[in-house]
């Protein structure tokens, strides 16, 4: 039962690592392309207000950014790096937009996914566009699925120990009864008990030659009696 129960525990245990490591990866991914496409329309209608330092209108666009629950700061650049609109969601205290544009890689801190879009206006570059995300959510789907999965491999668990324990009585019984059947030969020097077979599989055609064997037994002591 043991060996049965860690051989299935463990593979359940793999896949449902694997499951969810392949949904965060997903999720994430899934996070960043619409953080990718939200830029890129955001900044398609702030492109102007940031070649004309416009913070009035660079403010309302990315005001507009509440609509998304995922977003919880923005920032407009213009094409000096000057800081022309910041938003941040209400009620959030988490690391404010940088100073001056950088680079996605290390735009991002730890719990955040950021990015980068430049801006251009009929082909000349007027400034950039950063937006963050706050990975929130993607922790409460990973709290969910751990919830979710160790309830499925406690049920799971239970259903292997008791087939397990049904398996106990198919393979288990018939040799722990050939056990109790050679003790007593052991003990007693009873040739004439025999084990009793009670499938036809392999612990079956094992006790027939056990049984075969006490005959054998049996008959020889039987005619050393008589000599």
Known sequence: ???????????????????????????????????????????????FAASM???????ELLDALQ????????????????????????????????????????????GYLSVFQPLDYHGERTGTLFVQYSMEEMSTRLRTFLGVVAVIFGMAVALVVVISSRLQRIISQPILE??????????????TVRAVKQNE?????????????????????KELEKV
Do not use: H
Request: aromatic share 6%; glycine share 6%; proline share 5%.
């Open 1 to 47: 039962m043991v060996i049965i129960l860690l051989a299935s525990s463990s593979v359940l245990l793999l896949a449902c690592v694997g499951f969810v490591a392949y949904d965060q990866i997903k999720f994430q991914q899934g996070m960043e392309s619409d953080l990718k496409t939200l830029a890129k329309i955001i900044g398609s209608s702030s492109s």
């Open 53 to 59: 330092e416009d913070q009035n209108v660079g403010k």
């Open 67 to 110: 609509a998304q629950k995922r977003v919880v700061s923005a920032c407009l650049y213009s094409a000096s790096n000057k800081v022309v609109a910041v938003y941040t969601r209400e009620g959030w205290a988490g690391p404010p937009p940088p100073a001056r544009p950088a680079s996605n890689e290390a735009a991002s801190p730890p």
């Open 178 to 191: 050939l056990a109790r059947t050679a003790k007593v030969v052991s003990e007693e020097k009873n040739y």
């Open 201 to 221: 599989d392999e612990v079956g055609f094992l006790i027939d030659r056990f049984n075969e064997m006490l005959g054998r037994i049996d008959e020889r002591e």
